[in-house]
């Protein structure tokens, strides 16, 4: 029996922890790494992008198409299946597939919810000067931001509401998790994060990794509970489920 050929279009975040997975794979693999940037734009052009990777594919170059994303800010939802099958997995966003379940996830959120999870592959897809890269923008208790500098970029009203909501949102913060994945350089990265932490004043923690989610992703091994499998015709649709996301008729 041949071997199932399958096209992954992948977040940057998993570049290495695939790498090292695809040489064992029970399928035939073509890996396709979309801009990292894409998570810092809107969930239409995420949207727009992984469309554009799925219509992209050659007709007869591949037998299905894996979508190696989470929901992601409800980037994935309405994308379509064409002419192969489309599958992706079940998952919030990266952090649940690196920890190998959303059980574990949402154990780890539960458990301290002010955690900022961060892994080998998102420190390493957004550094400056082979140095971790500060956003623009950083808010809470040691922002870097003027309200001038807002008004320029957003106008006032929008200023004084981001101003507002960023340090909602991280003045919370107490500790990093550092998601550790047997890749090449781990040390390196987990060294980055021990040193962002430290200068945030956050507690850190090395969390173990789990690579069975992806690995079952690339082995076509798709269980209902961890993926959605959509056929030609139909796109993503979002749940309000554990399920989150569901098939539906274009």
């Known amino acids: 029996m041949s071997r ?82 489309v599958t992706i997995p079940r998952a919030h966003d990266c952090i649940g597939m690196l920890l190998g379940s959303s059980r574990c996830y949402l154990a780890q959120l539960e458990a301290q919810p002010g955690t900022y999870f961060q892994s080998a592959g998102w420190l390493e897809n957004s550094p400056a000067n082979d140095e971790v890269r500060r956003q623009n923008f950083t808010f809470g208790p040691n922002t870097n931001v003027t309200r001038d500098q807002l008004v320029e970029k957003y106008d006032a009203e929008n200023a004084d509401y981001l101003r507002e909501q960023f340090q909602n949102f991280t003045q919370h913060y107490e500790r990093l998790a550092f998601i550790e994945t047997p890749v090449p350089a781990g040390k390196k990265w987990e060294a980055a994060a021990r040193d962002l932490a430290q200068q945030r004043g956050w507690q850190f923690e090395k969390l173990p990794g789990d690579l069975g989610w992806l690995r079952r992703l690339l082995d076509a091994d798709w269980n209902e509970h961890e993926f959605l499998k959509l056929n030609p015709g139909e796109r993503v649709g979002l749940r309000s489920d554990a399920q989150l996301i569901g098939a539906e008729k274009v």
């Open 4 to 85: 199932l050929r399958l096209h992954v279009i992948a977040c940057p975040v998993f570049q290495r922890e695939l790498e090292l997975l695809v040489p064992s794979a029970r399928s035939v693999i073509t890996l396709q790494h979309l801009d990292m940037g894409l998570h810092e734009g809107s969930a239409e052009n995420l949207r727009a992008a992984l469309q554009a990777a799925i219509d992209a594919m050659p007709a007869g170059q591949c037998d299905a198409i894996a979508i190696a994303y989470g929901l992601c800010n409800r980037g994935v939802i309405g994308l379509q299946a064409r002419t192969v099958p």
